[in-house]
């Protein structure tokens, strides 16, 4: 296999230990190890995300091919979703207390958010991987 040559500095010395442990272990020269371990990290092309591939499957029964599951608080209008969703993402529970953010939330993702995160029993709130909870605007909107 032909490659370029990479230097790196400033490797603390605990991960060098590590390397050279694991190359020996392995009968691999350590940069033969480093290639397989940054190789598996991309694996064969396809970058990974921080989730491993699985199934999530929401309080209905249904079944969805998703890399992480999350949850949307102080949602807004769902902007924190469209990007979780845009990187694998499927979300499980959302909750807006604001009428017309609501409105909007369900115009553009088909459900409603429950309203005011005070009142909703932390029991009702599902396992998730991710929680995306939005910066409060107010301070910093126009309409106070």
């Known amino acids: 296999?032909?490659?370029e040559s990479m230097l790196i500095r400033g490797v603390p010395e605990n991960i060098k230990l590590w390397v050279?442990?694991?190359?020996?272990?392995?009968?691999?020269s350590q940069q033969d190890f480093l290639l397989s371990v940054v190789c598996e990290a991309y694996d064969n092309g396809r970058q990974r995300t921080l989730f491993n591939d699985s199934v999530i499957t929401d309080d209905s029964g249904n079944r969805y091919g998703s890399s992480f599951s999350f949850i949307d608080l102080f949602a807004g209008i769902g902007g924190l979703r469209l990007g979780l969703q845009e990187a694998g993402g499927f979300c499980l529970?959302?909750?807006?207390?604001?009428?017309n953010c609501q409105k909007t939330y369900r115009s553009w993702f088909g459900e409603t958010p429950r309203g005011d995160?005070?009142?909703?029993?932390?029991?009702?709130?599902?396992?998730?991987?991710?929680?995306?909870?939005?910066f409060p605007c107010q301070p910093f909107s126009i309409a106070g």
Request: hydrophobic share 40%; glycine share 2%.
């Open 1 to 3: 296999m032909s490659t």
């Open 20 to 28: 050279a442990e694991e190359s020996k272990k392995r009968c691999l």
């Open 93 to 99: 529970f959302s909750s807006e207390w604001d009428i």
């Open 117 to 134: 995160i005070n009142s909703i029993c932390p029991a009702d709130i599902p396992d998730h991987d991710v929680l995306a909870a939005g």
